[in-house]
Structures are given as C-alpha cells and as structure tokens.
C-alpha cells in the first residue's frame, strides 16, 4: 500500500522530524520507504490533505470498565472503589468484558490509539475482543488475595491459566502481561510470585504504586516500608516493571526509579477526579500516559489526556517549564513503546517498524491556522482522527470502525445499563 504524498507526517524519529509532501510505502504491514514518488502498489491512499501521525500508546487502561461509564463521579478512590465500583465489577462475567472491552476499543481507535495495556478480569474474554477490534495490547489477570493466604495460589494460577489463554491465541499483536494489583491489596507472597511468573515467562510487570496518600501510609503503618521500597525489596522492580499513576514519592524513591530506568505511567485526568495528586512527572525521567478507566476518566480520548496532562504539570509546579509540549506528545508515542518494550516496532513513523498510523484531516477546524503541529495536536485538536493503520490494517477508515458494527455494539450495552 501507498500512502501518497502526505502533507505532513509527525515521525517523532530521533530528530523529532516533521515530514511534507512525502510518499510511505507500506509492504508486509510494515513502513518499507519513506520519500517522494515512490512507485505505485496495488492500493494507493490519497494522503494530500492528511497528517500522519504514529498511533498513540495507552499505557494504563481497564478497558472492560467502558460498561461503567458515569456511574459515580464525586467519591476519592476508596470510597469509589468500595461502594460504587467493587460491587458493579462483581457483575461483570466473560461475555459483559467482552462486550466492555469491544465497546473501549472502538473509543480508543476513533481517537487515534493503536495500543494499549490493560489490567482487568475475564482476560482470555478481553483478548477475543482486543483480536476482533485489530489493535495491539498488553493484557494481563488482576491478581489480589487481600492478604489471605488461602487466596494467592489460586489467583497465581488463574492469572496463569489467562496467559496461556492468549499465548493460544497465536497473535503477535496481544502479548500477556503480569498485573498483581497494588501493595493496597496483595500481599508480599502474592508480589514475589508475581515477580517469579514475569521472570518464568519474560513479561511485563504493570501494577498501580503509590496512587494515594493512603496507599503510602497503609504500607509504612503496616509493612514498615513505602510501596516502591517495598517492591524493590521484594525484587520486582527490576527488569520490565512499569508503574501505574506512581504520585506519592519520596527523593529515594525517584532516584530509584530514574536509576533503574523505570517507567510510570502517568494519568492525568484519573488521578484528578478521584483527587489522589499529581504525578512528579518533571522529575521523573521515564514517563509514559494513560487514561486508566471510563470510570474514572471519563474517556480515553488520548489527545485529552495529554493537554490536561501537560497544564497540569505546570499547575504543580507553578512552573511553565515543568514539562514540554513535545515530552507530553513523546509519552503518547515513542515513550509508550519504549516502557512496554515496543519501541523496535512501534511508536515513531520510521523505515522498518510497522504500520501503526493514524491520518488525521489537515482541515479540521482544531488544526488551523497551522502554526506548530504539535502544539495543534496538543492542546487543541479534539482527537477526532479519519482513519488508523495497524500493522498495516486499516482499522478505521473515514472515521468508522472497519472490524465491526459499532451501532448495533452501542445498542447491546445500552441494554446492559439495567445490570449496573
Ligand atoms: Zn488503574
């Protein structure tokens, strides 16, 4: 496939080039040539009047929690978990995660996502619909025995019992994951045989850490630890580790995580509904950004996610230089591959890594008068993208999704709605 002279084509490759007027040629779902009249293939995309982008990176999401879409709004985390969360999620069975999960899909490509890594229930349900929707991701079992030691076998084996799920499914493009929950609710057995199945399998370790104040305090009072001393005492934190939220750190704690070239995921709008802080992004130097959940979003609308993320850092900091433009856009794309080990393959528009694109109208209102690109792309665009590439796939194509049938999707959960 063609795509022909696109009018601009934000590679964020090294240099961080801005590309115009440029041909890609895309063979085997990956990016063979990047250049001017590059010779005609079978199909051949008019890209005159489109920016090119590298689809977006999600790198903290439940996605089976688009059922769950507004239904509470005002409570911080405990309180939204215990009371209008906990007891919803107990409803969700393998079919409603599914269905969830499709739906969550759907949102995150007609915003230009291509990837995403998810934590949640019902895995092997979560795949079948990651593999319909065309995108890639990261799954992997919630794990948490409450420290209940009657609990941690079973959940190490189920979690277990989820991966070869997927590893069944044969898709280079779902890759499980492993995800104890949090220090809240897994105990130091359960963390350390989370560590030992990512060490067994060679995967990613993705888990929530220090997301409140209370978090912090529980482990201190009732572990002598903080959460992140606690993981790195216990060895998890070594090799793929990435951290999800990561707000409340002490100066030992940051140096850790820079020394160990950690990652956390940074999320904005979550973290500020459920008022549990804000991220030390500017003195962080592995960040990545994610939505977390419909139900603590509201969206996972990426091009939102990095506008408040971004404001809001300067709001911390009272400080206009605590974090670029271009570093919050760079932990949408090439920073989001580099924390899930990706970034060979995707994350930037370069010769030899796949096809992963998303177009987007040169003029949509948000995106003129063209000044800078990424400041657009930023702070005003509202993510409404034309079409996204995947593998060299398309998954949407003028702004409707290519593997299913949304309209009918929307109206099967609508009817959920009496469930929740
Ligand atoms: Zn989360």
Not at 128 to 144: D, I, P, T, W
Not at 233 to 245: D, V
Request: aromatic share 6%.
């Amino acid at each position: 496939m063609l795509l022909r002279n696109c009018r601009f084509i934000v590679t964020q490759n090294e240099k961080r080039e801005i590309l115009e007027n440029k041909d890609i040629l895309i063979e085997n779902g990956k990016i063979l040539e990047i250049g001017n009249n590059l010779s005609k293939k079978d199909e051949v995309v008019d890209c005159s009047d489109k920016i090119i982008i590298p689809g977006l990176i999600n790198s903290h999401t439940h996605a089976a929690m688009n059922l769950l879409r507004g239904v509470s709004d005002d409570k911080n985390l405990q309180e939204w978990l215990n009371e209008d969360i906990w007891p919803r999620e107990a409803k969700i069975n393998g079919e409603l995660c599914y269905q969830g999960t499709l739906l969550a899909t759907a949102e995150m490509l007609l915003t230009g996502t291509t990837c995403f890594n998810d934590m949640y229930f019902h895995t092997g349900d979560v795949a079948r619909a990651a593999e319909k929707s065309g995108m890639k991701c990261f799954l992997g079992q919630v794990m948490h025995d409450f420290f209940d030691e009657d609990k941690t076998d079973d959940e190490v084996k189920n979690a277990e019992k989820e991966i070869t799920k997927i590893v069944d499914l044969k898709n280079e493009r779902i890759k499980p994951a492993i995800t104890p929950h949090s220090v809240e609710t897994c105990s130091d057995e359960l963390l350390i045989k989370s560590k030992e199945l990512a060490n067994k399998y060679n995967l990613l370790l993705h888990m929530h850490l220090s997301e409140t104040e209370k978090e912090v305090n529980d482990c201190l009072k009732n572990r002598g630890k903080r959460p992140l001393i606690l993981l790195d005492n216990l060895g998890l934190i070594k090799n793929k580790f990435i951290g999800a939220h990561g707000i409340h750190f002490n100066e030992e704690e940051i140096n850790l995580l820079n020394k160990n070239n950690s990652f956390i995921i940074y999320n904005p709008c979550s973290n500020a509904k459920l008022a549990s802080g804000i991220c030390p992004a500017r003195e962080l130097n592995y960040l990545c950004i994610g939505t977390d959940s419909v139900a603590s979003n509201n969206n996972l609308n990426l091009f939102e996610e990095m506008k408040f993320g971004v404001l809001l850092q300067r709001v911390k900091y009272n400080d206009v230089g605590a974090m670029s433009t271009q570093r919050i856009f760079d932990s949408a794309t090439i920073e989001g591959a580099r924390a899930l080990g990706i970034e060979k393959e995707t994350g930037s528009i370069e010769i030899g890594k796949k096809a992963d694109l998303v177009l987007i109208d040169k003029n949509n209102i948000f995106l003129n008068p063209n000044h800078n690109i990424i400041s657009n792309l930023v702070y005003s665009f509202n993510g409404t993208v034309s079409d996204v590439m995947i593998n060299g796939n398309f998954s949407v194509r003028n702004k409707e999704i290519v593997n299913f049938d949304l309209g009918e999707l929307i109206e099967k959960v609508e009817n959920f709605r009496e469930l929740f």
